[in-house]
């Protein structure tokens, strides 16, 4: 079947503008989650999505950041008054219920602010 | 808060051969678990081999194995007969089993080259 699909694969915006990343997770992962990957700071986690309970919302670096799952499946992260600190590779992965489920990973996109 | 360690920034093998590479890890938890990832330029983590904390065995998948050592808070891999398809960056992740489940932590990973 299909896999995670992110999009778009790549995103350029000026420094201030707001963007939306989206992620289309496996069909049936009732876990989502999103990461950060840049330079400096390696593989970070943002958030964090398990059917209806509440997210754990503990990675998100500002409040700018926001994201949210709409009928348990499509996930969109938020980043408002964009910085340039905010330019990385964006992952989503999803999985199915469980600590040992392996986590299945988009292509990510990467955000660039100019 | 856990943390993960990969000590190897890069490491290099010529095709056929094998190579090891090391993550240590530290929690306070019994219950977790233990992930490599592999990325390849493409960008995509592809998972390549997982263990349980609970499970004194260590995990094998074809050329893939890992040494887990629980005691030492060691998880290394072992990639055998490599091929130039193994080049990439590889990931050390842990997911823990109580308040932090969910959530993988990552290590800086170590960029893998093979040589033919």
């Known amino acids: 079947g299909a896999g995670v699909s992110q999009s778009p694969s790549n995103k350029v915006t000026e420094k201030g503008k707001d963007v939306e990343l989206r992620c289309d997770p496996i069909s049936g992962h009732t876990a989502l989650y999103w990461y950060r990957q840049s330079l400096g700071q390696g593989l970070e986690f943002l958030i964090y999505f398990q059917g209806n309970s509440a997210p754990d919302k503990s990675g998100l670096p500002s409040d700018r950041f926001s994201a949210e799952r709409t009928g348990g499946s499509v996930s969109t992260l938020t980043i408002q008054r964009t910085q340039q600190e905010d330019s990385a590779v964006y992952l989503c992965?999803?999985?199915?219920?469980?600590?040992?489920?392996?986590?299945?990973f988009g292509d990510g996109t990467r955000l660039s602010i100019l | 808060a856990q943390t993960v360690t990969q000590s190897q920034p890069e490491m290099s093998v010529q095709e056929a051969e094998t190579v090891t590479l090391s993550c240590t890890y530290d929690?306070?938890?019994?219950?977790?678990?233990l992930f490599w990832y592999k990325q390849p330029p493409s960008r995509q983590m592809i998972l390549v081999i997982r263990?349980?904390?609970?499970?004194?065995q260590n995990a094998t998948e074809n050329r893939f194995s890992v040494n887990f050592q629980k005691a030492a808070k060691s998880f290394s891999l072992k990639i055998s007969d490599s091929q130039l398809g193994d080049a990439a960056m590889y990931f050390c992740a842990y997911r823990g089993g109580g308040t932090s489940y969910g959530k993988l932590t990552f290590g800086q990973g170590t960029i893998l080259t093979v040589h033919p």
């Open positions: 929690t306070s938890e019994s219950d977790y678990y």
């Open positions: 992965a999803s999985s199915l219920q469980g600590g040992n489920q392996p986590q299945h």
């Open positions: 263990q349980e904390a609970y499970k004194q």
